[in-house]
């Protein structure tokens, strides 16, 4: 009986051997495009911001951490001290205010879109899940053309305006922030309208339906309930549309004509115009940076919550 017992163990260890083998096997794709295409070229850029710029593009392999003191201080030309410039960080802010105002107000207009689709009869909600996917079936680039066609002085809305007498001349609202805002809003809106159905489709309407039983307010159930109950979507949405929002490269870049720089248009200057590359890494990181510190501190104090929830 021992023998047979000693047997079997090592079969079912055997098994659970090649069972993590075939695991191991299956991941390899998933990390090869990982390290090649995630983590090499963030390498490259890490190696890149603690080099020296070319005069004329690209790097000279001498070690130095000008780009970072650079990002925060300007050289005097004449006695070559240090002087605060803030000019960067100005931009960083105003990148961050724009990305939380679309935050904001896709979260305004998201909302409701994914109460109204989850409560729609489940043989509708996979047409309604359609149409909000039908901005991914053309380029970014292609929308943004269209919504300066649409917001330009010679488009629709100034050309109907002036048709309707409401105005005598055309409304400026290419290549100004209300521009660069509506652009992000319209690229990203799907992004929180997705995860917020996800999450009020689960919801379980009985609960509602218990809360307006106990004479709660609409108000009160909104809050005490919903809100509550489609927290995931609302954080993954909020992620989803924040993050993208803050380094966006080409909405800014067309709807803001390069008059109202944002981080993505100004690490692209110092890859092309600027011809300092260092620079160009040494901001990159310092977004990517501050964007991890930000979700650490989201998800440390999550976790914080939740043991003293629980």
Same mark, same amino acid.
């Given at each position: 009986?021992?023998? $047979?017992?000693?047997?079997?163990? $090592?079969?079912?260890?055997?098994?659970?051997?090649?069972?993590?083998?075939?695991?191991?096997?299956?991941?390899?794709?998933?990390?090869?495009?990982?390290?090649?295409?995630?983590?090499?070229?963030?390498?490259?850029?890490?190696?890149?911001?603690?080099?020296?710029?070319?005069?004329?593009?690209?790097? $000279?392999w001498k070690f130095t951490t000008d780009?970072?003191?650079?990002?925060? /201080?300007?050289?005097?030309?004449?006695?070559?001290?240090?002087?605060?410039?803030?000019?960067?960080?100005?931009?960083?802010?105003?990148?961050?205010?724009?990305?939380?105002?679309?935050?904001?107000?896709?979260?305004?207009?998201?909302?409701?879109?994914?109460?109204?689709?989850?409560?729609?009869?489940?043989?509708?909600?996979?047409?309604?899940?359609?149409?909000?996917?039908?901005?991914?079936?053309?380029?970014?680039?292609?929308?943004?053309?269209?919504?300066?066609?649409?917001?330009?002085?010679?488009?629709?809305?100034?050309?109907?305006?002036?048709?309707?007498? @409401?105005?005598?001349?055309? *409304?400026? +609202?290419?290549?100004?922030?209300?521009?660069?805002?509506? #652009?992000?809003?319209?690229?990203?809106?799907?992004?929180?309208?997705?995860?917020?159905?996800?999450?009020?489709?689960?919801?379980?309407?009985?609960?509602? $339906?218990? #809360?307006?039983?106990?004479?709660?307010?609409?108000?009160?159930?909104?809050?005490? *309930?919903?809100?509550?109950?489609?927290?995931?979507?609302?954080?993954?949405g909020c992620l989803l549309v924040l993050?993208?929002?803050?380094?966006?490269? @080409?909405?800014?870049? *067309?709807?803001? #004509?390069?008059?109202?720089?944002?981080? #993505?248009?100004?690490?692209?200057?110092?890859?092309?115009?600027?011809?300092?590359?260092?620079?160009?890494?040494?901001?990159?990181?310092?977004? +990517?940076?501050?964007? +991890?510190?930000?979700? /650490?501190?989201? @998800?440390?104090?999550?976790?914080?919550?939740? +043991?003293?929830?629980?």
């Amino acid at each position: 009986m021992a023998g $047979e017992s000693t047997t079997a163990a $090592e079969i079912a260890l055997a098994s659970q051997k090649r069972s993590a083998r075939r695991h191991q096997l299956l991941s390899l794709p998933s990390v090869l495009i990982i390290t090649l295409f995630g983590i090499l070229p963030l390498l490259v850029i890490l190696v890149y911001s603690f080099l020296k710029a070319a005069p004329y593009g690209g790097v $000279e392999w001498k070690f130095t951490t000008d780009a970072y003191v650079n990002f925060l /201080f300007q050289r005097d030309i004449f006695d070559d001290t240090l002087q605060f410039a803030p000019d960067y960080l100005y931009i960083y802010l105003r990148s961050i205010l724009f990305a939380l105002l679309t935050t904001v107000i896709c979260l305004l207009i998201g909302f409701p879109t994914a109460y109204f689709m989850a409560t729609r009869p489940p043989e509708q909600r996979s047409w309604w899940v359609l149409l909000i996917t039908i901005p991914f079936w053309s380029n970014l680039l292609v929308r943004t053309l269209a919504i300066m066609f649409i917001i330009r002085d010679e488009g629709v809305i100034n050309t109907l305006l002036m048709h309707w007498h @409401v105005i005598d001349k055309p *409304i400026t +609202m290419l290549y100004t922030n209300f521009a660069i805002v509506l #652009g992000l809003l319209y690229s990203y809106l799907p992004f929180m309208v997705l995860p917020l159905y996800s999450s009020l489709e689960k919801l379980d309407f009985r609960l509602v $339906e218990a #809360g307006f039983d106990l004479y709660a307010t609409k108000r009160q159930v909104l809050w005490r *309930i919903i809100i509550p109950m489609a927290k995931p979507g609302i954080i993954a949405g909020c992620l989803l549309v924040l993050i993208p929002a803050i380094g966006a490269y @080409v909405t800014p870049l *067309i709807l803001g #004509g390069g008059l109202h720089l944002m981080i #993505g248009d100004l690490i692209a200057q110092q890859f092309g115009s600027g011809r300092n590359w260092p620079l160009g890494a040494a901001q990159a990181l310092i977004l +990517m940076a501050a964007v +991890m510190c930000a979700l /650490f501190a989201y @998800v440390r104090n999550s976790a914080t919550g939740k +043991m003293h929830h629980d």
